[in-house]
């Protein structure tokens, strides 16, 4: 494989990487604590944090198709790769342990995205127009929330994984 080639695809991967978990761990550890912070319950929160996923998921969307292209553009031109389901070194059972964990990533996303999100939208606007459930509307953002930290944290465990190997 060309060097330079081979060079464009962890440079994209590194900057897909920075956007999908450093991302995610920027909003999750200063974003959303101070804006819960400065704004408390205003109704403005909710708009805010609406109008931040909307910028937000594509870019992580994006990214994450770049992460599987460049992805197998790397490790096919890894030396310790032998193959799907491989098992022979400790370079691929990480491998395997990584995608595991940005498999989780992707389903904590897809039923953020899809499900935890739009429901959460739908109970803040009728909480707003003083016909919601209250009750309702804390179990949702208590799901966003559990679901956002288990993400940060298999983002972290990929990172891990990803040094590890790097090590190798």
């Keep these: ?15 897909a990487t920075v956007i999908w978990i450093g991302g995610l761990i920027s909003l999750t550890v200063f974003v959303w604590p101070e804006t819960k ?6 109704p403005a929160i909710y708009d805010f944090l609406a109008r ?13 198709v ?12 890894n030396k310790y790769y032998d193959g799907v389901l491989k ?13 595991v964990a940005i498999f989780g990533m992707v389903i904590c ?17 009728l909480r707003e ?14 799901r ?6 288990v993400n940060v944290s298999l983002g972290l465990a990929v990172l891990g994984f990803t040094a590890l190997m790097t090590a190798l």
């Design 1 to 15: 494989m060309q060097p330079l080639f081979l060079a464009l695809s962890y440079f994209a991967h590194l900057v």
């Design 37 to 42: 912070r400065v704004l408390v319950d205003s």
């Design 52 to 64: 931040l996923r909307k910028r937000f998921v594509p870019l992580t969307n994006f990214s994450l």
């Design 66 to 77: 770049v992460l599987v292209f460049t992805g197998f553009v790397q490790m096919s031109a």
């Design 87 to 99: 098992l022979d070194n400790d370079w691929s059972r990480l491998l395997l342990f990584k995608h």
């Design 109 to 125: 996303g897809l039923v953020l995205q899809y499900s935890v999100t739009p429901a959460l939208e739908r109970a803040s606007i």
């Design 129 to 142: 127009r003083g016909k919601g459930d209250a009750a309702e509307w804390e179990k949702l953002r208590k």
């Design 144 to 149: 966003e929330i559990r679901l956002t930290w």
